[in-house]
């Protein structure tokens, strides 16, 4: 389903979007992207990226997804045993006590 999917792509997202943070200071005495040291680090180009592409991403992905599964888990919290919740959500809280699971959300980070 495309929770599935939305949980596999998210670590890597995440990942990618931090990247664009990840400064280092070379011997010129400015600041390079690490996966590119072609970019200025804080350049008005770099602060778009970040402003319009990363720091967005990061509030989506980073926050908005676990949220959002959080709030329907917890929902169902009291239904956890049906087979609808079960082949939506299952994959998240199988393995965990009924009373802890949103368990797999706090271990996301």
């Known amino acids: 389903t495309i929770i599935i999917l939305l949980f596999m792509a998210h670590p890597n997202i995440v990942k990618t979007m931090f990247s664009g943070?990840?400064?280092?200071?070379l011997g010129d005495g400015n600041s390079y992207l690490n996966g590119d040291?072609?970019?200025k680090c804080w350049t008005s180009e770099h602060i778009k990226w970040v402003l319009f592409v990363a720091a967005p991403s990061l509030l989506i992905w980073g926050?908005?997804?676990p949220i959002a599964a959080w709030t329907m888990m917890a929902k169902?919290?009291?239904n956890l045993n049906s087979a609808e919740v079960k082949s939506k959500f299952g994959f998240l809280?199988?393995?965990?006590?009924?009373s802890a699971y949103y368990w797999e959300l706090v271990i996301l980070y």
Do not use: Q, T
């Not at 943070?21 to 200071?25: I, Q, R, V």
């Not at 809280?93 to 009924?98: A, D, E, L, M």
């Open 21 to 25: 943070f990840s400064c280092k200071e």
């Open 37 to 39: 040291f072609e970019i």
């Open 63 to 65: 926050v908005g997804i």
């Open 76 to 78: 169902h919290r009291n």
């Open 93 to 98: 809280f199988i393995g965990y006590r009924p």
